[in-house]
Nanobody, 123 residues
Framework: QVQLVESGGGLVQAGGSLRLSCAAS????????VSWFRQAPGKGREFVAG????????YYADSAKGRFTISRDNAKNTVYLQMNSLKPEDTAVYYC????????????????WGQGTQVTVSS
């Protein structure tokens, strides 16, 4: 079993940057793919970015390409989401999620979730 805790959210101006962290516990962390999802008020949970167990094959939603970077440090049991050029429409609660082996973009395909961290981008 994997336990996940997000941090790094906050309030930032449009055009600014923020770095989210997902700290994981569990002996098998390095065998899990990890993704970031977000949920804006009144909307469903949306895939943002995912990374394979080795970190070699990142995946991004179209809304994140060119602005966000996902990375992981298995030695620290941590996955990061670097967010640049933030826009007000990026405002949401951001969650990290883990599943065995391969990245998937559907939220129902993940069994392990953190509690989320709020990101608010002001215009």
């Amino acid at each position: 079993q994997v336990q996940l805790v997000e941090s790094g959210g906050g309030l930032v101006q449009a055009g600014g940057s923020l770095r989210l962290s997902c700290a994981a516990s569990g002996r098998t962390f390095s065998t899990y793919a990890v993704s970031w999802f977000r949920q804006a008020p009144g909307k469903g949970r949306e895939f943002v970015a995912g990374i394979s167990r080795t970190g070699g094959t990142p995946y991004y939603a179209d809304s994140a390409k060119g602005r966000f970077t996902i990375s992981r440090d298995n030695a620290k049991n941590t996955v990061y989401l670097q967010m640049n050029s933030l826009k007000p429409e990026d405002t949401a609660v951001y969650y990290c999620a883990a599943r065995p082996l391969a990245v998937r973009t559907g939220e129902r395909e993940y069994d392990y979730w953190g509690q989320g961290t709020q990101v608010t981008v002001s215009s």
